[in-house]
């Protein structure tokens, strides 16, 4: 197989929005000093004007962006998911979703694959936070095609968004001349009879490895990509539970609250099959290189094809 | 208007924040009643506001950032006729629209959802900031408690304001002096108030915030201040208007009961008739 490219997503979501910034003027981007690394900075290159710096305050950030989406804009606040998701919470709930207010957040940086940086800066609870919040979409993309598709789609969306972007780089899985992206529906990638493996964000790539491994070892795994967390596809992972009968969710977040459990409260009253949870277990993480990280934590191809062989013997 | 017909409006909105408490049997009297006489000035005189059309793209804005007082904004808005006075005695039932807190999805005239302490002004930061984008000549006021700048995040909006000249944006510290625990100075003091918020670039102008002259004065020159954003602050007390309430910082958080309702409501008609 030829080495595929590797884009980080976070490079995805600066190029969508210096291209949907073309076509839309009340598109806005708003960064908490952290321009170059969010990659909001290839906005604000072209659009200097539409970019706001609101420097390290980013439950700042959360209230400007509310207020400007009040007067017609769209605005995009950018910061690490950790500031985000977790500093700036309450802000994102009181004033941008108990009003269902029309921003976007883009949360880069997710995960334990932030790497060297270590703990206080890999957020694994965000999904979990951000999905309990009423009417906030919370979409992880698995690649540069999907995470610039994903930008598109939460602009069009009039309401919150929740994007949660990453640091490393990874492959290009989907192709963007045939790539469709709805929010809310689950995409197949890869079917199979003996188990369903539900995955969301980089952990989509590792899964759908990780199955090439299990059919050399004669398993018929299923791959699905949530992409959108909330509202999930809570139909094609029930009737693919049905199919198969085994359930594993893979994600690079905690076990706790994220894809796993939203998969499991879905499934709890349809149809209640086992499922795996596959993801950070009750622990923070620490430094050190990504890639050596996500082996580490179980998140590889390697470590997840032998937890789903283990769970299906 | 005079100051005579602003006072009267005034009073009114006044009867309709204590029937609206009473109503409810629970909420915030203090500190809507020691804000009454500026909500007064902006909506009957200084802003370009329409009931007919609440959401009008070239309005003023204002935004509660001191949300608890929502039945001071909701008997402004009322009396202002956004919708009925009446409707006042629904505050925080069941099925009302009337929420404890300010929510600008369901009540005509909020233009901004809040209560949670702190997160108003840099909603209303954002705001200014897109009049300024777009080069439109709205204002936006913010109303926050001398309690409430406690909160980090104020400075935080107060900091990008000021750096950002936004000189479009009002605004006004209730400084009723106190909080739900005592007097502001002794839990945690945010004074010199004035001070402060020049040292973050804004034009800082001092009145007293029950006398329509100061008031009148001090909008009228932060709508002519250029290049900076102003705040007022307004030496109020808590409870103005009812005897039993004035300066009592028990008051900031309860309702009257039957026979201190019929006081309060005493007190008001009597002021109405002077």
Known sequence: ?????????????????AELGREHENLVVLDADLAGATKTGTFKKVFPERHIDCGIAEANMMGIAAGLSTCGKVPFASTFAMFAAGRAYEQVRNSIGYPHLNVKIGATHAGISVGEDGATHQCNEDIALMRTIPGMVVINPCDDTEAKAAVKAAYEYEGPVYLRFGRLAIPVLNDPETYKFEIGKGIVMREGTDVTIVATGLCVGNSLEAAEKLAEQGISAEVINIHTIKPLDEELIIASARKTGKVVTVEEHSVI?????????ALCAAYPAPVLKIGVNDTFGESGPAKDLLVKYGLDADSIAAKVKGYLS | MTNKELKKIANDIRKGIVTAVFHAKSGHPGGSLSAADILTYLYFEEMN???????????????LSKGHIAPGLYSTLAHREFFPVEDLKTLRHVGSYLQGHPDMKHIPGVDMSSGSLGQGLSAAVGMALAGKMDQKDYRVYCMCGDGEIQEGQIWEAAMKAGHLGLDNLCVIVDN??????????????????????????????????????????AFTAAKDNKGKPTCIVAKTHKGQGVSFMTDQAGWHGKAPNEEEYKIAMADLEKAGEE
């Not at chain 1, 197989?1 to 929005?17: D, H, N, V």
């Open chain 1, 1 to 17: 197989m030829p080495e595929m490219k590797k884009i980080a997503t976070r490079e995805s979501y600066g190029e969508a929005l």
């Open chain 2, 176 to 217: 009723n002096g106190l909080q739900i625990d005592g007097n502001v100075a002794d839990v945690c003091s945010p004074y010199p108030i004035a001070d402060k918020f020049k040292a973050f670039n804004f034009d800082v102008i001092e009145i007293d915030g029950h006398d329509f002259d100061q008031i009148r004065g």
């Open chain 2, 49 to 63: 506001v329409d009931p007919a059309e609440p959401k009008k793209a070239d309005r003023d804005r204002f935004v």
């Open chain 1, 257 to 265: 609250g994220g894809l796993g459990s939203a998969v499991c409260d």
